[in-house]
T-cell receptor
């Protein structure tokens, strides 16, 4: 299957700092990438859909200025959590669409904001 | 009512048993159906991908889609302790909308 990497796998930061998470498709080009957030023992919550070369489409309730998404190339999308606060602590996962509706996921990034 | 319903479990079965996991949905426009497996603190892994109705088999896994009943299933034969994970169903209407609609996930425990 298609391989998606995510970096870093874990990050701990102080409140007020910004954190960047990278998502890369390693062996294919992804025109569409997705960013999810997952709370413990809950399902995936879609945050935004990212298309290469265009602005991301955010889901209702997701703050665009807080969660900056950039999809500059067909193999890289980044999520920047700006001015992070403890309530932003969560598991963030990216995925890439390969053909029609199949999505392949990265391993996830665990963010802890102190 | 959620678009996709999935019992969160946990579902606990002995090793070697046949496992049946299910989801129901309300949107008749859904055409693409997927099952993902997620281990704790890891990203979901695509197990099965099915278009429209019918069965699909891959090793110990069989996916079934019954669009008339709006019901999908994943069967795991000869279950192993390593199959212990959360199983999520996901589906999409396709076309220009590639977003997946997710079930809550069923936590499966295979007892040795």
């Amino acid at each position: 299957g298609a391989v998606v990497s995510q970096h870093p796998s874990r990050v701990i930061c102080k409140s007020g700092t910004s954190v960047k998470i990278e998502c890369r498709s390693l062996d294919f080009q992804a025109t569409t990438m997705f960013w999810y957030r997952q709370f413990p023992k809950q399902s995936l919550m879609l945050m935004a859909t990212s298309n290469e070369g265009s602005k991301a489409t955010y889901e209702q309730g997701v703050e665009k200025d807080k969660f900056l998404i950039n999809h500059a190339s067909l193999t890289l999308s980044t999520l920047t959590v700006t001015s992070a606060h403890p309530e932003d602590s969560s598991f963030y996962i990216c995925s890439a669409r390969v053909y029609y509706n199949e999505q392949f996921f990265g391993p996830g990034t665990r963010l802890t904001v102190l | 009512q959620k678009e996709v319903e999935q019992d969160p479990g946990p579902l606990s079965v002995p090793e070697g048993a046949i496992v049946s996991l299910n989801c129901t949905y309300s949107n008749s426009a859904f055409q693409y159906f997927m099952w993902y497996r997620q281990y704790s603190r890891k990203g979901p892994e695509l197990l099965m991908y099915t278009y429209s109705s019918g069965n699909k088999e891959d090793g110990r896994f069989t996916a079934q889609v019954d669009k008339s009943s709006k019901y999908i299933s994943l069967f795991i034969r000869d279950s192993q302790p390593s199959d212990s994970a959360t199983y999520l169903c996901a589906m999409s209407a396709g076309s220009s909308n590639y977003q997946l609609i997710w079930g809550a996930g069923t936590k499966l425990i295979i007892k040795p």
